[in-house]
Nanobody, 131 residues
Framework: QLQLAESGGGLVQPGGSLRLSCAASGFTLDRNTIGWFRQAPGKEREGVSCISPSGAVANYADSVKGRFTISRDNAKNTVYLEMNSLKPEDTAVYYC????????????????????????WGQGTQVTVSS
């Protein structure tokens, strides 16, 4: 059974940092594009970042560019989202998703991440940014 599990969420003050992890079981991530999404209460799910299967290409939503960094360790079957300079508007449930066919275009291209194109999802981890 293909499973993704996010971890690392929590409560942090504005300006603080968190590192989210997305671990896979039942399959290997190294042939999958990984996307990070988030959903705040009353809002639609939005794409945050994506990374190519090799890790060579990554892209970010404008709202997190320069503050968030996506990376992957295929040997550990895990993808990370390093979040710095957190703002209250970053508060949301964060989800990772995997798909073997999705193409993560690099930073020269407009960032677009379509949730319905991803086949496998985690259950989400809550990130709350508040003083």
């Amino acid at each position: 059974q293909l499973q993704l599990a996010e971890s690392g969420g929590g409560l942090v003050q504005p300006g603080g940092s968190l590192r989210l992890s997305c671990a896979a079981s039942g399959f290997t991530l190294d042939r999958n594009t990984i996307g990070w999404f988030r959903q705040a209460p009353g809002k639609e799910r939005e794409g945050v970042s994506c990374i190519s299967p090799s890790g060579a290409v990554a892209n970010y939503a404008d709202s997190v560019k320069g503050r968030f960094t996506i990376s992957r360790d295929n040997a550990k079957n895990t993808v990370y989202l390093e979040m710095n300079s957190l703002k209250p508007e970053d508060t949301a449930v964060y989800y990772c998703a995997a798909d073997p066919y999705y193409y993560c275009a690099g930073p020269l291209y407009k960032f677009v991440l379509v949730a319905t194109d991803f086949a496998s999802w985690g259950q989400g981890t809550q990130v709350t940014v508040s003083s």
